[in-house]
């Protein structure tokens, strides 16, 4: 209902602008502040004032003069403060919201009939994920739900990087030691794990065996990486056999979170299929190629890059920015548009691939780049674990332990009477544990730095997932406790949302928690639009805050409760109980019926 209010307001407005012969370029709308009692405020009597020749209130109260308030369905009043027009709700913006976020799907906007490409995580499939690198399959994962949500047609892409040295470095270890030549044992049965001591093995090697033996293995390393460029079946066969086994157990790792794929798009195929040989002959067309150091090069400080793009070396190969110009111009080809996530250490090759790609005559607008910050560990028990570094999957694991320890020291404490076994016990601490991690690290605008910190992340007080997991969990007691199922819409248990009167819905906990139930498909345009679920993670804290206060304040079930109220509050719960479980499902994060 937010929006349509919203867009109520700027008919408004604008009709009444231009009535007073008024530019309507800058309306000037913007939400107040928590302690003015309007939904939406406008600002324009501040720009308008030098114009009309009039101090900015005497503005304000002219346009509010012009607006019929009683030709507005969602507002109930036009109120002047000072400068600004505040806008406030009426009966029938409270009766809507209360019955359309009952829906299963509240703030889901309509079907925007475009389609997106989000590509993240990529990792090179060397080994295991590592905890460095988390946020990228986290903030990407709620990206694409969250353009999913906003009415996108949404596909998932992981880039493999299969055609560097790194994976012909890799091919020939596999290929060239045994069993018995590795250190130590896999650390976990997944084949990542088995198979990145091969490839430990073979960097080793090459650092320090003789002269001799490591030109003989640069010549099969080349090879390989000879045989790729060339679209050889066997050498993409070979490299496929080690590449295929690593993604299989990184998949597994990601399924964790969840992130899943709808595609693992590999480099290959933009080799095997011409694209890459073409480009690299476009590239070397442009005013801007030349060859030196022997290797061609683009040379782009006309363009406000001072570092040079290396496309092709002089043996031939190209190399792997090469590639992904080939794999991002099918991008833009098969979809209206494309987002990568990528770290802070890519913002360089990100500047490079957007400029060249235009240098070959691309319109890069489709293309958008969320880049992020790396998570950092605190020193203890996580960071010193191994010399090699901190896994995903050790971080997963240590979140489930720990939520596991939390939720059973809160068994004494909880009100409701359904009785938890071992297997639900489970469940929770991982459905919480998991959770912690994407929603501490989804919570931050992604340029910042973090430091994953555990006290702050399982804090079931603090704004943090278990805090907003719980609302949902709260909610799901009372509706159950009612009779009803937390799983069906109201809608489908036959409760007739018409006649539930939202009107006595009139303390302020009440108020406050419908509209700020109102404005979630508001926030999930916004967060959409400007590519940052962050936003969605503050809405949720705000909305638990809001939940919280209602449930302190206003009973739901008890005897002395007015049945009319009693229905009225029972839809506001259900209400509440959808929204924060979408919310919560943008962000990747499970939401318990019960902790």
């Known amino acids: 209902m937010f929006l349509s209010l919203r867009a109520e307001v700027e008919s408004a407005l604008e009709t009444a602008l231009s009535t007073l012969d008024y530019p309507t370029d800058d309306l000037g709308i913007e939400e107040p502040p928590e302690d003015v009692d309007s939904v939406l405020a406008s600002s324009v009597a501040f720009r308008l004032a030098g114009e009309a ?38 009966d029938a913006y409270l009766e809507n919201t209360l019955e359309t976020a009952t829906a299963a799907d509240y703030g889901a906007l309509e079907d925007r009939e475009e ?49 560097g040295r790194q994976m012909a470095v890799f091919t020939w270890a596999y290929e060239t030691f045994d069993e018995d030549d ?18 430990r093995k073979g960097n080793a090697y090459l650092e320090n065996a003789d002269e001799e033996a490591v030109e003989a293995a640069e010549a099969e390393i080349e090879s390989i990486m000879q045989g790729l460029e060339a679209g050889d079946d066997e050498a993409y066969e070979r490299v496929s056999e080690v590449v295929d086994q690593v993604l299989g157990g990184m998949k597994e790792c990601l399924a964790r979170l969840p992130a899943e794929f709808d595609e693992f798009v590999k480099e290959t195929r933009f080799m095997r299929n011409g694209d890459t040989d073409d480009l690299v002959a ?164 992604p340029a910042k730095a973090i430091t994953f910190e555990w006290e702050q992340a399982l804090d079931f007080e603090a704004q943090s997932a ?44 009440e108020r406050e928690l419908l509209e700020t139930l109102a404005r979630f498909p508001a926030v999930v345009e916004e967060a959409a639009d400007d590519l940052e679920p962050h936003q969605i993670a503050t809405y949720t804290r705000t909305f638990a805050d809001r939940f919280n206060a209602f449930y302190r304040e206003c009973p739901v079930l008890a005897e002395d409760v007015d049945p009319e109220v009693r229905e009225a509050r029972l839809a506001l719960v259900a209400a509440s109980k959808h929204t924060v479980a979408n919310a919560l499902s943008i962000l990747g994060v499970a939401a318990p019926r019960s902790m």
């Not at 209130?57 to 009683?70: G, M, R, S």
């Not at 905890?131 to 990407?140: C, M």
Request: glycine share 6%; hydrophobic share 35%; net charge negative.
């Open 282 to 445: 476009r590239l070397k067309e442009l005013d801007e190629a030349v060859y030196e150091e022997d290797a061609w090069q683009l040379e782009l400080d006309d363009h406000g890059i001072d570092k040079n793009l290396v496309f092709l070396r002089a043996d031939g190969t190209s190399l792997y920015p090469t590639r992904d110009l080939a794999h991002h111009e099918w991008k833009f080809e098969e979809y209206d548009n494309a987002v990568t996530v990528l770290g802070e250490d890519h913002t360089l090759q990100a500047e490079q691939l957007r400029t060249t790609l235009e240098l070959l005559g691309n319109d890069t607008d489709p293309l958008r780049q969320v880049l992020y910050s790396y998570v950092n560990l605190p020193e203890g028990k996580m960071s010193t674990r191994r010399g090699t570094g901190v896994d995903l999957d050790d971080l997963l694991d240590e979140a489930i332990d720990r939520a596991r320890e939390e939720v059973e020291d809160r068994l004494d404490d909880r009100i409701r009477d359904d009785d938890l076994d071992d297997e639900d016990i489970e469940r929770i601490a991982h459905q919480v544990g998991i959770g912690a991690v994407r929603y501490d690290i989804v919570s931050k605008q």
């Open 53 to 90: 020749g009039a101090p900015p209130p005497q503005v304000a109260a002219e346009l509010a003069e012009k607006i019929d308030v009683d030709e507005l369905t969602y507002v109930a009043a036009i109120e002047t403060q000072g400068p600004y027009l505040n806008f406030l709700p009426s």
């Open 466 to 509: 278990p805090y907003v997991q719980y609302v949902h969990a709260r909610c799901c007691g009372i509706l159950e406790e009612a009779g009803l199922d937390p799983e069906t819409t109201l809608a489908d248990q036959e409760i007739d949302l018409e006649s539930v009167d939202a009107a006595l819905l009139e303390t302020a906990a």
């Open 182 to 199: 590795l250190e130590g044992e896999p650390e976990r049965d997944r084949p990542e794990y088995d198979l990145v001591r091969y490839y």
């Open 115 to 163: 389609s997106v490409v989000v590509e993240h995580t990529s990792a090179n499939p060397t080994g295991p994920v590592h905890v460095g690198r988390a946020r990228n399959p986290i903030i990407g994962d709620a990206v694409a739900n969250l353009l999913d949500y906003a009415g996108y047609d949404v596909d998932r892409h992981y880039y493999v990087n299969d055609a």
